[in-house]
């Protein structure tokens, strides 16, 4: 079992910034992928960005491209998830997700999911 629980959510107003924090516990938090996810009221989930066990594998959703930036740190078995250039459509609550395989992640089937945390962006 991994357990995840994310922080660092608010109210911020456009074009500000936020970091986004989720810290695992349980197996061996290196050994697994790790991806952000975000739904909004009444939309589907959509995948933000997602990073391989080491770092060396990024990947982000097309509307985040060159505004969000994800990262991890093994030795404190957190990733997070910089959000610069905020805008009101980023509002969203904001899911952290973990799985041993990148593919599952890549397509939303993860096994390890956090409770979210809230993050709305004021215009």
């Known amino acids: 079992q991994v357990q995840l629980v994310e922080s660092g959510g608010g109210l911020v107003q456009a074009g500000g910034s936020l970091r986004l924090s989720c810290a695992a516990s349980?197996?061996?938090?290196?050994?697994?992928?790790m991806a952000w996810f975000r739904q909004a009221p009444g939309k589907e989930r959509e995948f933000v960005a997602a990073?391989?066990?080491?770092?060396?594998?990024?990947r982000y959703g097309d509307s985040v491209k060159g505004r969000f930036t994800i990262s991890r740190d093994n030795a404190k078995n957190t990733v997070y998830l910089q959000m610069n250039s905020l805008k009101p459509e980023d509002t969203a609550v904001y899911y952290c997700?973990?799985?041993?395989?990148?593919?599952?992640?890549?397509?939303?089937?993860?096994?390890?999911w956090g409770q979210g945390t809230q993050v709305t962006v004021s215009s």
């Open positions: 997700a973990a799985d041993q395989n990148i593919a599952t992640i890549l397509r939303g089937s993860c096994a390890y």
């Open positions: 990073i391989g066990w080491s770092g060396g594998f990024i």
């Open positions: 349980g197996r061996t938090f290196s050994n697994y992928p």
